[in-house]
């Protein structure tokens, strides 16, 4: 059974060891503030490749240093993702602008719309392409690094998932705590993981509602 972020992003992990791990936060960090930064890490290459397209476009630099820089970005977050080097400040902070200033790919369509005006189609096509291809080469990439995990014998581990344990692993720096992922069966049935859940359940019963459909 997955969790669910706020914004409906699957995480194939079991509740109890997702809220056995964010407990260890409360009460300075909550669940909800984690799954949200996985959100905002899972917007990261996104972000820099529309930021990045909007300064080139903006500057009318044409559509050989659009597609350049746009794929390079995006391959840039995706490196930093996958390998949880969020070493450059205000990147997390990047992230959760993007995703509320572009819920539902707003942004990225927008960004297509205002290409096709200040260049024409072909300068909109170029954007695309090179975001697409991008983003293409960043999932293959996730999938090979979660065929090498199924391989050591561990869960066939997805971005989105890799995205969670780095969100704890910042929220746990940062609080001064362990960043170890490995949750024992006593703290998975403790009293503290238990109230976490039932917290999260009843302050959120919308997104809880979805653990028992998620498959």
Known sequence: M??????????????????????????????????????????IPSALAVGAALVVLLRGDGWIPLAVVTAVARLLGGFIVRNGLFVIPGLILLGQAFRLLSPFGIGFLALVVFAAIRGGPIVAATFLLATLGAGAINFAFE??????????????????EVNFFNAYRLAATRLGLSTDLVVTEEEAA???????FVRFATDHPDIVSRFSVGG
Request: glycine share 8%; hydrophobic share 30%; charged share 25%.
């Open 190 to 196: 403790s009293d503290r993981a238990q109230a976490s």
């Open 143 to 160: 999938t090979r690094k979660a065929r090498r995990y199924h391989q050591q014998g561990a869960a066939p581990f997805t971005g989105s």
């Open 2 to 43: 997955p969790i669910y972020t706020p914004g409906g992003l699957k995480i194939r992990v079991e509740p109890g060891y997702a809220f056995a791990l964010l407990s260890r936060l409360e009460p300075k960090v909550r669940p909800y503030d984690v799954l949200r930064t996985t959100e905002a890490i899972e917007r």
